[in-house]
């Protein structure tokens, strides 16, 4: 396991941007795939974005071409870049460590950060 550390969640208005941030503790980042998670009041947790150990992204179809996943392993960081952020992506997001990362988000995840708050108003 790893331990993952969000940050960079905020009120922003609609239209606006963020950039959330992942940091991960030990030397094994680059062997994970990683991804983003997230969940609204009331709603289920589901996939945002997943990349793999060799980059590859995957977005689920409501952020497609307005958020972008990126990682670092030289910083052992994971990012997703928001924009054109809409009400509805008011959620607390979650990173997370896993096997494998496909168009279905990060398989078997294994870790997860804290999460951090993401509210956009309208």
């Known amino acids: 396991q790893v331990q993952l550390v969000e940050s960079g969640g905020g009120l922003v208005q609609a239209g606006g941007s963020l950039r959330l941030s992942c940091i991960a503790s030990g030397r094994t980042f680059s062997t994970y795939a990683m991804g983003w998670f997230r969940q609204a009041p009331g709603k289920e947790r589901e996939s945002v974005a997943a990349?793999?150990?060799?980059?590859?992204?995957y977005y689920t179809d409501s952020v497609k071409g307005r958020l972008t996943i990126s990682r670092d392993n030289a910083k052992n960081t994971l990012y997703l870049q928001m924009n054109s952020l809409k009400p509805e992506d008011t959620a607390v997001y979650y990173c997370?460590?896993?096997?494998?990362?496909?168009?279905?988000?990060?398989?078997?995840?294994?870790?997860w950060g804290q999460g951090t708050q993401v509210t956009v108003s309208s």
């Open positions: 997370a460590a896993g096997a494998l990362a496909s168009s279905s988000g990060v398989s078997k995840p294994h870790s």
């Open positions: 990349i793999t150990r060799g980059g590859s992204t």
